[in-house]
């Protein structure tokens, strides 16, 4: 299932080690309605090369659901080990969030990289191109500026690459 009703919410999940696209398969073979952002990425053994698909963020599944109803059914799903959020609370992930997500994975050449804490440096808005609208912070400057997506629900950022002409400062920023 790839739309949601409007009964719930999206959350992410915690799953073992290697286990992202077991657990995808699973919540939608259990009529869950699932995200695992993918890029392809070519990887080298000894005696070949292959182009083989990895999550975006490794140990997560996004999975959207009525939380009062299901969400027994994907902690018993083989391979979840909790919900990501503040201790006990699980952090609900916004619509505008995934979407974001769906938008990097469609555009994988931008992608520099994940991030696991937020960086110092100028807030600023995406102008144009895919990536309109989308907030982020710059970490580097030059012919291409890396501008870092931080989603604060699982603590987690994706770093692109941008021409800084398509950027603008946030918040009054000059």
């Known amino acids: 299932m790839d739309t949601p009703d409007q009964a719930g919410q999206w959350y992410a999940v915690y799953v073992c080690s290697r286990h992202e696209k077991k657990v995808h398969r699973l919540f939608q073979d ?46 018993d799903t083989e391979g979840v080990v909790k919900f990501v959020g503040v201790g006990k609370v699980p952090s609900v992930i916004g619509q505008k969030d995934i979407e974001w997500l769906r938008t990097l994975v469609r555009e994988p050449d931008h992608i520099g990289g994940t991030v696991a804490s937020m960086p110092s440096g100028r807030k ?3 102008l144009a191109g895919p990536f309109k609208d989308l907030e982020g912070t ?37």
């Not at 990887?43 to 490794?58: A, C, M, S, T, Y």
């Not at 996004?62 to 027994?72: A, K, N, P, T």
């Open 30 to 75: 259990s009529g869950l309605t699932s995200f695992l952002p993918l890029l392809e990425t070519l990887r080298q053994w000894k005696d070949r090369k292959k182009k083989v698909q990895e999550p975006l963020f490794r140990g997560y599944v996004f999975v959207y659901i009525d939380m009062r109803r299901e969400h027994l059914k994907v902690l």
């Open 124 to 126: 600023v808005r995406v």
């Open 138 to 174: 710059v970490v580097k400057h030059g012919r291409e500026s890396r501008v870092v997506v931080f989603f604060d629900s699982i603590m987690q950022g994706v770093e692109i690459s941008i021409f800084p002409e398509l950027l603008v400062p946030v918040g009054g920023e000059e």
